[in-house]
């Protein structure tokens, strides 16, 4: 439909500008110029029929133009149709051909000259503000998005009538699908540990087998309160989506510190103060706290702890390799089903990270909708 549409206003504008061209052609100056005749028709064989299609015309001088019909018969039909025309030269027939002399401006046809061009140049201004009408109703049928990306989905179809008001139907969904982008709310407690720029490991229900890499784009500083609990939402974007569609069910895990090659204990294994229990055949019960009472067979000593996650704290000072650690009924850690203390032995290894984590929102296209 916009197609026939433009075709049709193209052809408005090309006859529009050939009139504005015949307009100025036909201003009569003080030279002699074939184009003045364009307008200007005979009847031959009964039909109206241009000058310029049944004669030849020339200029022998700057001020004369000669007109030789190809039939002698029309000489006259030529010289009637040039008296009643608005061309103001009187046609000087020899009965071969017919001479038009073109005189000298005069003041006054100086100034009637001037109302001509002035209403061809009137034309031609309408002419424009034509074609930009005509340019404005096209532009109004082309709809652009203002993304690039693919259609999800079509609310409207050809045909329809969709009103531009504010809160109307959308026409359609367009996901940027380079990249998608999730949102997780992440507690008061853990928020100022958020920052842009922070890297993010990402998996999601539906693809089980790989993990993403995401990248903290956003921290709001507009928290929601709910139970008595603040949290606040933190963007994140995912540029190698892989098998990632809008939608899926993902879970963000954001670290906000780590440690390399350090000790690591669960947290339970801590006990108020910074202190752990160990057996005494420990090589780290030579520096246990007598102020501290132990149960029979440990003894208590104080640590400097670091980074931790859900599970574990690293330890930077106070224990060894070797050290056997143990953990008391009353802890928050698990025990035996008798109740009893459980134990591990501390080795060396990587140091665990602190995180957030948070139900995401689902992965939103970058520039679509939420």
């Known amino acids: 439909m916009i197609k026939e549409m433009y075709q049709e206003y193209e052809h408005k504008m090309k006859k529009t500008v050939e009139v504005v061209i015949s307009d100025f052609g036909g201003v009569r100056a003080g030279r002699a110029n074939a184009s003045?005749?364009?307008?200007?028709?005979?009847?031959?064989?009964g039909t109206e029929t241009p000058i310029n299609q049944v004669a030849s015309i020339s200029?022998?001088?700057?001020r004369t133009l000669v007109i030789q019909p190809w039939d002698g018969t029309l000489l006259k039909a030529i010289e009637k149709a040039l008296l009643i025309s608005e061309l103001g030269i009187n046609p000087q027939n020899d009965g071969k051909v017919i001479r038009l002399v073109f005189p000298q401006?005069?003041?006054?046809?100086?100034?009637?000259?001037?109302?001509?061009?002035?209403?061809?140049?009137?034309?031609?201004?309408?002419?424009?503000?034509?074609?930009?009408?005509?340019?404005?109703q096209l532009n109004n049928y082309t709809i652009t998005s203002p993304i690039s990306g693919t259609v999800i989905s079509k609310e409207v179809k050809a045909g329809d009538t969709v009103s531009n008001t504010a809160g109307s139907t959308s026409?359609?969904?367009?996901?940027d699908l380079s990249y998608l982008q999730m949102?997780?709310?992440?507690?008061?407690?853990?928020?100022l540990s958020i920052k842009e720029g922070q890297s993010v490991t990402i998996t999601a229900d539906a693809i089980s087998d790989r993990t993403f890499t995401g990248v903290v784009t956003s921290v709001s500083k507009a928290g929601t309160t709910a139970g008595g609990t603040t949290t606040y939402p933190v963007a994140i974007r995912?540029?190698?989506?892989?098998?990632?569609?809008?939608?899926?069910?993902?879970t963000a895990e954001i670290t906000t510190a780590s440690t390399e090659n350090a000790l690591s204990i669960p947290n339970a294994a801590v006990a108020r103060g910074n202190y752990v229990l160990v057996t005494k055949d420990s090589p780290s019960a030579a520096n246990a706290d007598p102020s501290m009472t132990a149960p029979e067979g440990y003894v208590y000593v104080k640590v400097t702890t670091g980074t931790s996650d859900d599970?574990?704290?690293?330890?930077?000072?106070?224990?060894?390799?070797?050290?056997?650690?143990?953990?008391?009924?009353?802890?928050?850690?698990?025990?035996?089903?008798?109740?009893q203390m459980e134990e591990m032995m501390v080795v060396g290894g990587p140091g665990q990270g602190g995180g957030g984590s948070g139900g995401p929102s689902g992965g939103a296209p970058g520039g679509g909708p939420q």
């Open 105 to 136: 401006l005069t003041e006054e046809r100086r100034k009637e000259l001037t109302k001509q061009v002035q209403n061809a140049s009137d034309n031609l201004r309408s002419a424009q503000m034509s074609m930009e009408d005509t340019e404005d």
């Open 311 to 339: 599970d574990y704290i690293a330890v930077t000072s106070g224990l060894q390799e070797g050290d056997t650690v143990a953990y008391t009924a009353s802890s928050t850690a698990s025990v035996s089903a008798d109740g």
């Open 36 to 45: 003045v005749l364009d307008k200007i028709s005979v009847e031959y064989y």
């Open 59 to 62: 200029a022998p001088d700057p």
């Open 183 to 191: 949102t997780v709310n992440v507690d008061e407690l853990e928020i």
């Open 238 to 250: 995912i540029n190698d989506t892989g098998d990632l569609l809008p939608g899926m069910n993902a």
């Open 171 to 175: 026409l359609c969904t367009i996901y």
